[in-house]
């Protein structure tokens, strides 16, 4: 699944409110979803739970649906610009540089994105009055490229592609919005069968569901 493709899908399953109310929805889930992963390590730092690879592969997913709405806010489906300057997030060599592999660890790439994050907000918060369009817009592309740079780090690390990463969020949010978003369906989550779609078990096909690796009983 391409980014234009993902960024579609995204659209399809926003709650679409006042676009100040968008902005700060975005910013939150960022910041949300790197506590969410912290939150997985801790649990196998803190109780001895076994890491999760399917909740890292899920949150990680979470992690791009909001960088990329936060940059079609601002940019407005324009994504020529973004591909333009996010080449270099899939160069191997600017990945594997000694700057970028200090974050390796999600520990780590973690508390590195929350400072990219506060960057981020002090950015947001300043009224586009007082900055020009074009420098909210390229501020914040340079920001979010930081941002995907170490979400793709981590999804790498354990053992995932980009490609299988949108298309698991895809076919979750299928599963939790079979049209468009619904409040309801938002706060009635059915959390088993989003997370057969997370490890691959199960496909949603408008309404259907249908079963690709059947447990063993």
């Known amino acids: 699944m391409e980014i234009k493709e993902f960024i579609e899908s995204i659209n399809r399953t926003w709650n679409y409110q006042t676009p100040e109310i968008d902005k700060l929805h975005a910013l939150l889930g960022i910041q949300t979803e790197i506590g969410e992963l912290l939150t997985a390590v801790k649990k196998e730092v803190g109780y001895g739970k076994e890491l999760d690879r399917v909740n890292i592969l899920e949150e990680e ?8 709405k936060l940059y079609d806010i601002y940019l407005q489906g324009d994504i020529s610009k973004f591909y333009l300057d996010s080449s270099s997030l899939f160069n191997r060599n600017l990945i594997e540089r000694p700057t970028v592999l200090q974050y390796n660890g999600i520990i780590g790439n973690c508390f590195e994105r929350n400072k990219v994050v506060a960057d981020l907000f002090n950015l947001i918060k300043i009224d586009d009055i007082n900055r020009s369009n074009h420098y909210i817009s390229t501020e914040l592309t340079q920001y979010l ?3 995907l740079r170490l979400s793709y780090l981590n999804l790498r690390n354990y053992g995932f592609t980009l490609d299988e990463c949108f298309e698991r969020n895809h076919e979750k949010r299928k599963a939790r919005f079979p049209e468009k978003f619904d409040q309801h369906l938002a706060l009635n989550r059915n959390l088993e069968v989003e997370r057969q779609v997370l490890e691959g078990n199960i496909e949603i096909n408008g309404d259907t569901i249908g079963v690709i690796n059947p447990k063993s009983e």
């Open 61 to 68: 997913g979470d992690f791009w649906y909001f960088c990329l």
């Open 145 to 147: 490229r930081i941002l």
